[in-house]
């Protein structure tokens, strides 16, 4: 029978399932409580929450989740980083404290969008650019036609521009031609 304890931590792991946008697991075997600590810290300021789960547990809570992919990143000694807004964050600044800090803890692999992750995926996704940086780049490739349409559109207007003012700048080009010819005479 399962204790009021153990259904609360289930609970709670199933709503960081459900409300999360990746889910990485991590195996924190021979990690020290300052590290903990630490990299707790850091996830915590970059909206990233590191769990500290039981494999029974977190097995619970994947499936009342509907989030069976969940399963295959628990195993051994498992912490779940859990992050909530932009997915290649998590994983970036994840993989960016555990290689600056050489903490013995690994990456055992990830979940995103109902699939599951391996680690080199999760190194990938670390690696992509932030939502922002994206959308911006995005952006950037869907003005630049626009910008080359609007160029070419107002090339015929300058051409004609440039044709009916170059009869006044040979105008006045010749006139000071004929002004400096006389003074120098």
Not at 86 to 109: F, N, Y
Not at 134 to 146: E, H, Y
């Amino acid at each position: 029978m399962p204790t009021p304890e153990k259904e609360e931590q289930v609970r709670q792991i199933q709503e960081l399932i459900e409300t999360s946008t990746v889910a990485i697991g991590t195996n924190n075997n021979g990690l020290s409580v300052a590290d903990m600590t630490e990299l707790r810290r850091v996830l915590r300021e970059n909206g990233v929450r590191l769990r500290v789960v039981k494999n029974t547990l977190a097995h619970i809570a994947a499936d009342e989740a509907g989030a069976p992919a969940v399963k295959d990143i628990v195993t051994g000694p498992t912490g779940i980083a859990f992050g909530f807004d932009d997915p290649a964050v998590a994983a970036k600044t994840l993989t960016e404290h555990l290689a600056s800090s050489r903490i013995p803890m690994t990456i055992v692999g990830g979940y995103l969008s109902g699939r599951s992750l391996t680690p080199e995926q999760v190194d990938n996704l670390a690696k992509l650019p932030s939502k922002e940086v994206l959308v911006g780049q995005v952006l950037g490739q869907l003005q630049a036609p626009i910008a080359g349409l609007v160029g070419t559109l107002q090339a015929p207007m300058r051409n004609l521009a440039y044709v009916l003012s170059a009869p006044q700048v040979g105008l006045v080009t010749a006139l000071k031609a004929i002004a400096d010819q006389k003074e120098s005479e």
